[in-house]
C-alpha cells in the first residue's frame, strides 16, 4: 500500500538547502502536522508571504501536483526576512537543521497568536503537537522549592551524556529508553541545600508531553564514536514514564513510536523516514529518495559514511489520541545489537560542539 506521507524528492542545486529539506520531510512525515498546516488559520507578521503559507503551499503542491520534485527556495527566502539576523538563510550558504526547526516553530507559534494577545492557549501547531512542559523541584531537609514551568519544542541532548549513561547500564542489549533515563536525570542541575550544605540534584519533573516528540543530539564533531552503539540501541517504542518523573496520575503521552531521523555527514544533511502504512524506511537525500530493505540496512550506511544523527523523532499512535496514565512493559529494540562496551574509549574529550 502507498501513503500519501512518503517522501518527496526536494530540489537542492547548489543552493545548500539540504538543512532545509530535511525539515520539511519531517513535517511532511507527520500527518496530523501536515494536514493542519495546510488549512490553519492565522496571522502574517511581516511583509509578503509568511512562514505558514509557505509550508502550506508547499505541502498543498506535494500532496496533489503532478510535479516529480518541489523547491525549498521560497521557503528560504522567507525565513530569511523573518529573521534578518540569522545568516544561515541567506542564499548558498550552509545552516543547521535543528535551529532552523526550532525557528520553524516558533513562528508557527507566532503566526498563530491574535494582533494583541501573546497567548495561543496550546492551539497552534507547534504546542498542540511539538511542545512539553516541566519543571524543577528540589527537596531537602524539609525544604521544599518549585521552579517555575519551562515549555519547549525539542528535548536538547549531549552525546557524551548519552554515552555516559549507556556505559552505566549493565546490559549490553540495552534499549534507547534504558540509558536516556540516565542523561536526562544526569542533566538536571544541582543545588546546595543551606540547611545540611550538601550539593542535591534538581528533579525534572515533566507535566506534559509532546504528541511529536523531538530529540536534538550534540555531537563533539573530533568525537563521534558513539553513533554505531546508539543506532543499534534505538527502539520502536518510546515510553514516556521509563524516562520522564511525573506523578502517578499526571497524564503523559505514554507510547511513542520512532518514525525518523535527521543525520549530519560532511556539511550534509539526510533523512531516514518511516511510513507505517507500508511497514518500510526511506532514505530522503534532497531529490533522492530510495526504499530501505530494513532499518539494519541503514545503520550499516551510516556507519560505512560515519553519518551521524542528530534529531530523532517519535510520534504517538493515530489511533491512540489520548495520554493513558498508567504504566507499559519495555519493550524490543529495532535490532538486537552486539554491543562491546569495551570498544569504547576510556580516555575521551567531554566538550560538545554544535554543528
Known amino acids: 500500500m502507498e501513503s500519501d506521507s512518503r517522501p518527496k524528492k526536494l530540489i537542492n542545486k547548489g543552493e545548500n538547502n539540504c538543512f532545509i529539506n530535511v525539515v520539511v520531510q519531517i513535517l511532511w512525515n507527520s500527518k496530523e502536522a501536515r494536514e493542519q498546516i495546510m488549512k490553519v488559520l492565522h496571522s502574517h507578521l511581516f511583509e509578503g508571504q509568511c512562514i505558514t503559507c509557505e509550508i502550506a503551499n508547499l505541502f498543498i503542491n506535494m500532496k496533489y501536483s503532478d510535479t516529480d520534485s518541489f523547491s525549498t527556495q ?9 529573521d534578518l539576523d540569522q545568516i544561515d538563510f541567506v542564499d548558498h550558504r550552509m545552516g543547521c537543521a535543528i535551529e532552523t526547526c526550532e ?3 516558533d513562528l508557527l507559534h507566532k503566526e498563530s497568536l491574535i494582533p494583541g494577545n ?3 492557549n496550546n492551539e497552534c501547531i ?3 503537537y511539538f511542545s512539553f512542559e516541566y519543571c524543577e523541584e528540589f527537596n531537602c531537609c524539609g525544604m521544599f522549592e518549585i521552579g517555575d514551568v519551562q515549555q519547549g519544542f525539542l528535548l536538547r541532548l549531549y552525546a557524551n551524556e548519552l ?4 556505559l552505566m547500564v549493565n546490559n ?14 544526569n542533566g538536571m542541575r544541582s543545588e546546595v541545600c543551606k ?12 507535566i506534559s508531553t509532546a504528541r511529536i516528540f523531538l530529540i536534538s543530539i550534540v555531537w563533539d564533531p573530533e568525537n563521534t564514536h558513539f553513533s554505531k552503539f546508539l543506532l543499534n540501541s534505538l527502539s520502536r517504542i518510546l515510553r514516556s514514564r521509563r524516562v520522564f518523573t511525573a506523578e502517578d496520575k499526571q497524564e503523559l503521552t505514554e507510547k511513542y513510536y520512532f518514525r525518523g531521523m535527521i543525520c549530519y555527514q560532511y556539511s550534509h544533511y539526510c533523512a531516514f523516514i518511516y511510513i507505517e502504512e507500508e511497514k518500510s524506511w526511506y532514505q530522503v537525500d534532497d531529490s533522492y529518495v530510495k526504499k530501505m530493505p530494513n532499518f539494519k540496512s541503514i545503520v550499516t550506511m551510516m556507519t560505512s559514511n560515519k553519518s551521524i544523527p542528530v534529531l530523532l523523532l517519535y510520534e504517538i499512535a493515530p489511533n491512540n489520541p489520548n495520554p493513558v496514565p498508567a504504566p507499559v512493559p519495555k519493550t524490543d529494540s529495532l535490532l538486537k545489537p552486539s554491543i562491546v562496551r569495551k570498544a569504547l574509549p576510556k580516555n575521551r574529550d567531554d566538550c560538545c560542539l554544535i554543528f
Open 163 to 166: 554515552e555516559n549513561a549507556f
Open 172 to 185: 549490553e542489549a540495552c534499549s534507547f529508553e534504558d540509558f536516556l533515563k540516565i542523561a536526562v536525570d
Open 126 to 128: 507547534s504546542h498542540k
Open 118 to 120: 501573546e497567548n495561543c
Open 74 to 82: 521560497s521557503l528560504r527566502h522567507t525565513l530569511a526576512n523573518a
Open 195 to 206: 540547611v545540611c550544605g550538601n550539593e542535591k540534584k534538581v528533579i525534572k519533573r515533566w
Open 103 to 105: 525557528k520553524i516553530l
